[in-house]
Every structure is written in C-alpha cells, then in structure tokens.
C-alpha cells in the first residue's frame, strides 16, 4: 500500500508511483492501474513505466523531439464521470494503456465487465470511517503535513497488521471457532497471527548494515 499527500499534479504522481515501483518485487509484473480522467497520473505513469525513445527523422523539417514511450505491458484504464448539476448522467470506462481483453482478464472481468474504482472508493471509506481528520468538514481536519503523513503510516500498519478483515477470513471444519480471522499481512505469510497494537508500537525495525 502505498500513498502521497500532496496536489493533483504530475510530481506528486511520481512520488506515489515512485514509492510503489519501491515494493514491488523484481518478478512480480506490473500492476494494473485504474483512475479518473486525472492527466497527470497518465503521464506520471508513463514516465515510471516507459522509456524515452527518438523517433525516426524523415529528413524534412525539424528532428522530432524525444518521446516518452510506456512498456508494452504496462496497463492502465480510466473512469470518466461525466456530471451536471452535480448528479452523475454517465460513465465512460476506457482502456487507455495496453490490451482491453487483457486489462479485463487482470482486473477479473469479462469482455462485458464494468471497469470501475469502486475498490480504492471502499478503501477510503474506510479511511475517513477510521481517521477523524478524513472526516469532510470536520474540526479534527490535519494542520500539518507531516503529522498526516505520519497518521496514514499508522493507519496503513494497523490496516494490515491488526484489522482482521472479513473477506480473508476461512472457515474451519472443526473445533468451537467457526472461522479463523485473518490480515492481509497474515494472507501474505508476512506473519502467523493478529497483531495488537501494543507489538505494533513496540515493534523493532531491524537495521540492515
């Protein structure tokens, strides 16, 4: 999980893509990027995931200028909402980067399937449900940058490490329990049990010489 706060611009975009490119391992492919009709995260993803390259000179006029050209397996696809008067009159999904049956295939739908950001919607639900200073137009809103950043850590480790999450969870043939709870650290074999957030504070990050 990762996150930038920031403005809705393309260096912020790098930073949030630059922190994920961080986590992900050498083998594991590219993810599969969905958002809003927002410019900047296209051209950020672009920039991240691609190459700048030089297009042929034809011999008249001037040398065309570098080019920024995305991987071939870089994927990426938009949710446009199209509004008046504030109320939603239609959604366009478009596959932007890479192939459209193979965008639906990694994001689990068919040729017919919706496209959509309800995952990451739910997931800041759940974020303002959890953080008073995500609550709009609430007095507890952050002052500091720093501090926020600081709470959204906290919250990302308590989110993955002590929340059991109902959807992860397995149900057991025997015994009294009827369900073995789990985190998405426990499903990621990160760690073998519930977190408290007593070992979460007292944690010790090892130092790697």
């Known amino acids: 999980m990762s996150h930038c706060e920031g403005n809705r611009t393309i260096d912020d975009a790098l930073i949030l893509f630059a922190n994920i490119e961080s986590k992900r391992a050498l083998n594991s492919p590219i993810p599969v990027f969905t958002s809003d009709n927002w410019d900047a995260f296209e051209t950020a993803l672009i920039q991240t995931y691609g190459s700048v390259e030089q297009p042929l000179y034809k011999g008249r006029g001037r040398p065309p200028l570098p080019i920024w050209v995305p991987f ?6 938009q ?28 994001l689990g739908v068919d040729k017919n399937g919706c496209i959509n950001t309800s995952y990451v919607e739910r997931f800041h639900l759940t974020i303002r449900n959890s953080m008073a200073r995500f609550v709009r137009k609430g007095m507890n809103f952050s002052k500091d940058q720093e501090i926020h950043t600081c709470a959204l850590n906290l919250f990302q480790a308590w989110y993955n490490l002590i929340k059991p999450h109902k959807s992860l969870r397995i149900k057991q043939p025997q015994g009294i329990r009827k369900w073995i709870h789990r985190t998405p650290m426990m499903t990621e074999g990160r760690t073998d049990h519930i977190w408290t957030m007593k070992e979460l504070l007292s944690f010790k990050i090892p130092i790697h010489l």
């Not at 199209?82 to 478009?94: A, C, M, S």
């Open 79 to 106: 949710v446009c909402k199209k509004r008046e008067n504030g109320r939603v009159i239609e959604v366009v999904q478009k596959v932007v980067l890479g192939d459209k049956d193979e965008v639906l295939k990694r």
């Open 72 to 77: 071939e397996n870089l994927m990426y696809a």
